[in-house]
T-cell receptor, first 117, second 113 residues
Framework: EAQVTQNPRYLITVTGKKLTVTCSQN?????MSWYRQDPGLGLRQIYY???????DKGDVPEGYKVSRKEKRNFPLILESPSPNQTSLYFC????????????????FGPGTRLLVL | AQKITQTQPGMFVQEKEAVTLDCTYD???????LFWYKQPSSGEMIFLIY??????QNATEGRYSLNFQKARKSANLVISASQLGDSAMYFC??????????FGTGTSLTVIP
C-alpha cells in the first residue's frame, strides 16, 4: 500500500529535550516536505527536499532541522523544543514533474501531535 | 511574496445543494499549481483537485470542480450535491516552480441534513 508514515503519532515532551519525528514514504517520491498546522493559520511549510541531500527552507524553518540521507526518509529534528513549537505536524511527499508549479499532488502522512511543556 | 487567502472561516450548506468555497492568491510567478485539500475531523489531509496555471479548462473531479479565474487570481472550489460526509475543513494551496507550497487558513464546511 502506497503511504507516508510518521512516528510518533503523539508526543509530549519538555522544553529543551531534543526530539526527532520520523517520516518515511514507499512511493519513490523525489519531493518531501514538513508542515505545521496551527488553529487559524492553516498549514505552513517548514522545510522541503527535492532529492537526497537537497533541502530548502520553507516559511517557518526556525527551530527545526531536517536531513535527507535516503530518498524514502525525511526526519524532522527539534534540537531544543520550545512551547511555541506545540503543533500538529504533517509530512508529505510527491513526484516532481515539469508541469506548472513543479511538485505534483502531495500525499500526506497521518500527522504527529506534539506538546512541548 | 506569494500569498493565498481563504476569506470564509465557516460555511453552511443544505444537503444536496451546491456550495462554493473561495480562494484567492497573489503571485507574480507565471507558473504555479493550485490544489484543494479536505481535512475531516479525523485529521488526515485528502487531495481533491488540481489546476495548473496554464491549463485552459477548469479542472473537475467527480462532484468537485475548480472555478479558475486567472485574471482575478481566484481558484474557487465548487462542490455539487453536498453530502453529510463533505463536512470538513477545506484548504486551498499553491505550488511554484521553486517547489515551495503555501496553504490558505482553511474554510470549515458544515453540511446540514
Amino acid at each position: 500500500e502506497a503511504q507516508v508514515t510518521q512516528n510518533p503519532r503523539y508526543l509530549i515532551t519538555v522544553t529543551g529535550k531534543k526530539l526527532t519525528v520520523t517520516c518515511s514514504q514507499n512511493m519513490n517520491h523525489e519531493y518531501m516536505s514538513w508542515y505545521r498546522q496551527d488553529p487559524g493559520l492553516g498549514l505552513r511549510q517548514i522545510y522541503y527536499s527535492m532529492n537526497v541531500e537537497v533541502t530548502d527552507k520553507g516559511d517557518v524553518p526556525e527551530g527545526y532541522k531536517v536531513s535527507r540521507k535516503e530518498k524514502r526518509n525525511f526526519p524532522l529534528i527539534l534540537e531544543s523544543p520550545s512551547p511555541n513549537q506545540t503543533s500538529l505536524y504533517f509530512c508529505a511527499s510527491s513526484h516532481l514533474t515539469p508541469r506548472q508549479g513543479g511538485a505534483e499532488t502531495q500525499y500526506f502522512g497521518p500527522g504527529t501531535r506534539l506538546l512541548v511543556l | 511574496a506569494q500569498k493565498i487567502t481563504q476569506t470564509q472561516p465557516g460555511m453552511f450548506v443544505q444537503e444536496k445543494e451546491a456550495v462554493t468555497l473561495d480562494c484567492t492568491y497573489d503571485t507574480s510567478d507565471p507558473s504555479y499549481g493550485l490544489f484543494w485539500y479536505k481535512q475531516p475531523s479525523s485529521g488526515e489531509m485528502i487531495f481533491l483537485i488540481y489546476q495548473g496555471s496554464y491549463d485552459q479548462q477548469n479542472a473537475t473531479e467527480g462532484r468537485y470542480s475548480l472555478n479558475f479565474q486567472k485574471a482575478r487570481k481566484s481558484a474557487n472550489l465548487v462542490i455539487s450535491a453536498s453530502q453529510l460526509g463533505d463536512s470538513a475543513m477545506y484548504f486551498c494551496a499553491m505550488s511554484f516552480t521553486g517547489n515551495q507550497f503555501y496553504f490558505g487558513t482553511g474554510t470549515s464546511l458544515t453540511v446540514i441534513p
